[in-house]
C-alpha cells in the first residue's frame, strides 16, 4: 500500500549503497521518513536527491558505525531532525578480501569485524536505547515498540569459501539477533535478520564474480563470466535475487504482518 508506513521513520545505515538505497526507495515509496547513514556523503547525497520525489522527510548524516561516538551523535541529530525513529535497518557492511584460509591477510580480518559486527552492535545498541525509551511511546500493550532488521548473509548461514571473514563476522551478525530479540522483546522491539545470497546487479555481486575468479580455488573458474554463470548455477531459482527483492524482505520484517516474528533469519536467496 502507498501508505504503508506513513509516519513511520525509518533509519538505514550503508544507505548510499545498493541494499541501503533500494530499502529507502521502498519506504519511503510507503510514505516512510528517511534518515541515511553512511561514510560516503556524496553517494549519500544523491539517494537523497532521488527520494525528493517521494514528499517524504530525508536525513543524511556521515557516520562511521565503527566509531561509537559517531553513532551516539547520528541519532540524536537524526532524531533532533526528523523527530523520531520507529525502524532501524543495521545494514552497513563490508565483504572484506578473498583469500583462502591459510593466507587470509590478519588487517582485513580485523577490518571486516570492524565494520560487520563491532558496527552492528553499536547500532543495535544505539537503536535498542533509542526505541525502548522513545518518548512518543504510549504502552507497550498495543504492540508497537519498534523492530530492528540486521543486515547478515547467506554466506552465515553456509560459509562460502575463500571468505573467512566474512562468513564470520555474519554468523555474528545471526547470533546477535537472537540475543537481542530475547533481550528487547520485554520492550516490544522486534529484532531479525535477513540473509540474502546472490543479488545483483551490484558492487558486491560484480567484486565477487571477479575476485573469487582471482583466488585461484578448486570452487571457481578464472574468469569472472564463468564464475557469473557458476554461482547462478548453484541457485535452485536459477537467477540472482534482485536489490527490490531484498527491500521486500526488509519491509515484511519491519511491517505489523511480522508482529509476532523475531530473532528470525529470513534467508532470500532463491532456494
Ligand atoms: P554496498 O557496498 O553497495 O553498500 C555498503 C555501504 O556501507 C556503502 O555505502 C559503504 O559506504 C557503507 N559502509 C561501509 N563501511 C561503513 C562504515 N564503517 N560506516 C558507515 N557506512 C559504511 O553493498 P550492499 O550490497 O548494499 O550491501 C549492504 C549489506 O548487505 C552489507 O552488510 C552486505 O554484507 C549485505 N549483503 C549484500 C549482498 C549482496 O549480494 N549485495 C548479499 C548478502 C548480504
Redesign the pocket.
Known sequence: AQDRFAGKTILI??????????TAHRFAGDGADVVL????EP??ADVAEELKKYNVSVGTFR?????CD?VAKAFTSAVEQLGRIDYVFN?????GVFAKTDEYPEDDFQKVI???VV??FHILKAAAQHLRFSPWETPRANGGGGAIVN?????GVVGPPNMLA?AA??FA?IGMTQTAAKDLAPYGIRVNA???????P????T??TELQAAVGSQYFDANPKVVEQQMIDSVPMRR??S?EE?ANGVAFLMSDEASYITGFNLEVTGG
Open positions: 545505515t550503508g544507505g548510499a549503497g545498493d541494499i541501503g538505497k533500494a547513514l553512511d561514510l560516503n553517494k549519500m557516520c562511521d558505525v565503527t566509531v559517531d545494514n552497513a557492511g563490508y565483504q570492524d565494520i560487520n558496527g552492528v543486515m547478515a548473509s547467506y554466506a566474512y563476522s555474519k551478525v535477513l540473509s540474502p545470497a546472490l543479488i545483483g551490484g558492487y558486491m555481486w567484486r565477487q540472482l535475487g536489490l531484498v
